[in-house]
């Protein structure tokens, strides 16, 4: 059986670590420097980290390779790193520059063979397909690109299974109205897309109690628990909150 991965997710802007709610919509807060925030969580057992420069994501930049080169060097955990990427040569950068996988978003839907061309050229394992998700007035979930900003009008569930199907080796599932709301996970949209797949699905979007790491778990059906906010501003850190998992019987990696 695998084990259930939990992964802090670091967003970068202006250089720097910020923490949205709801993608902005609620504002943000500066939580620091990257670098620091990761040898932290290097130290308390984190699985994995996900990095997002969400600036590379609005603005059309370059990924920050020479923070991710910098984090790398201090980490010894596998890092998913994303944010702008919309070609093959910058996989290939970001890779070379220390992350494990890569998190693609916006570009997969804007041309969806790019997940098939990605996973081909360096295997789908290390192929993330990020999705930004809405809950609509009718009760359906929509995904939105370019950090929340920009409606899709595509359902969901169906993306999850078209990027699964074209090579996506793992789905990033983040429910934009629970962002940094710190009141759990959306547990029936997780469940929906991890059901639907047959790759492995991370939950991210609303982590606010230990609790809420293993519902995402045992109600949402996720392979891997992600957060934030809770590691910022409670008084839960990554130890504790693998600890809490592992009492609550869940097969977790050792700490």
Not at 83 to 99: D, E, F, H, W
Not at 227 to 238: A, E, Q
Request: aromatic share 8%; charged share 20%; proline share 3%.
């Amino acid at each position: 059986m695998l084990k259930v991965r939990v992964i802090p997710v670091l967003l970068l802007k202006n250089n720097r670590m910020v923490k949205p709610v709801r993608f902005g919509a609620g504002g943000e807060r500066d939580v620091g420097w990257p670098t620091t925030t990761a040898r932290i969580y290097n130290s308390q057992d984190a699985d994995e980290l996900i990095f997002l420069d969400i600036d590379a994501t609005t603005q059309s930049k370059e990924f920050l390779t020479e923070t991710l080169s910098d984090i790398a060097r201090d980490c010894f955990i596998p890092i998913t790193a994303g944010g702008g990427i919309r070609s093959i040569q910058t996989i290939q950068s970001i890779l070379s520059s220390g992350a494990d996988k890569v998190s693609i978003n916006s570009y997969a839907l804007e041309r969806p063979a790019f997940i098939t061309e990605a996973a081909d050229t360096f295997g789908r394992q290390c192929i993330v397909v990020s999705i930004d998700i809405r809950k609509t007035k009718s009760g359906g979930y929509e995904v939105f690109a370019e950090r929340g900003t920009k409606a899709t009008g595509r359902d969901a569930i169906d993306w999850a299974r078209e990027a699964a199907s074209l090579g996506a080796g793992e789905l990033l599932i983040t429910s934009i109205d629970n962002e940094g709301m710190q009141n759990g996970y959306d547990l029936e949209l997780t469940r929906l897309a991890a059901d639907a797949v047959n790759v492995p699905v991370i939950a991210n979007g609303g982590a606010g109690t230990r609790q809420h790491f293993v519902d995402g778990v045992l109600l949402g059906h996720a392979s891997a628990v992600a957060g934030s906010s809770i590691f910022h501003f409670t008084d839960s850190n990554l130890t504790q909150v693998k600890s809490f998992m592992y009492n609550a019987g869940l097969s977790i990696r050792p700490i």
